[in-house]
């Protein structure tokens, strides 16, 4: 099943060889990164949390969230800070590509192929290869979002 939207842009990005892409409509803002504290019981992919102007933010770490080894932070790595229905969230990324227009995207559903990455809402072909389209707003399982509220010590 193919789709095309055309109400927005995709912002495009690498962890490791493989390119992501995600809504520009979630996203607040792209900065280098930062020092990330650790959050000790965080759920699984939390690598920590940033201090965005007086906002704490968690970090996830999409090398671990997608079962890859963690790796050291380099100087050149991204946190896409982008908005999900119950928090705002900091992806570590390696780093954006560029933003392509939703309307070039043709973009086929992942929902039968994928079934384990509820996250991940279609793929996209585009000029350097496959594009896995994060859906932002269901990045955080319930069980995500219960655990974080627990790690940063906010009402249950």
């Given at each position: 099943m193919k789709t095309s939207t055309s109400s927005d842009s995709l912002i495009i990005f690498l962890v490791?060889?493989?390119q992501f892409a995600v809504s520009v409509a979630a996203v607040e803002r792209v900065v280098r990164v930062v020092e990330i504290a650790p959050l000790p019981e965080a759920p699984q992919g939390v690598r920590g949390v940033i201090n965005?102007?007086?906002?704490?933010?968690?970090?996830?770490?999409l090398w671990s969230r997608f079962g890859q080894p963690g790796r050291e932070l380099r100087a050149s790595d991204h946190l896409i800070v982008a908005h999900t229905p119950w928090r705002t969230i900091?992806?570590?990324?390696?780093?954006?590509?560029?933003?392509?227009?939703?309307?070039?995207?043709?973009?086929t559903t992942t929902a039968d192929m994928l079934p384990d990455l509820a996250s991940v809402s279609g793929v996209m072909k585009l000029d350097g290869g496959l594009v896995l389209v994060q859906d932002i707003e269901r990045?955080?399982?319930?069980?995500?979002?219960?655990?974080?509220?627990?790690?940063l010590k906010l009402e249950p």
């Open positions: 490791g060889e493989q965005l102007q007086g906002r704490i933010v968690p970090v996830f770490d900091a992806l570590l990324v390696d780093t954006v590509v560029s933003v392509v227009p939703h309307l070039k995207a043709d973009i990045f955080l399982s319930i069980e995500d979002h219960a655990a974080l509220k627990i790690a």
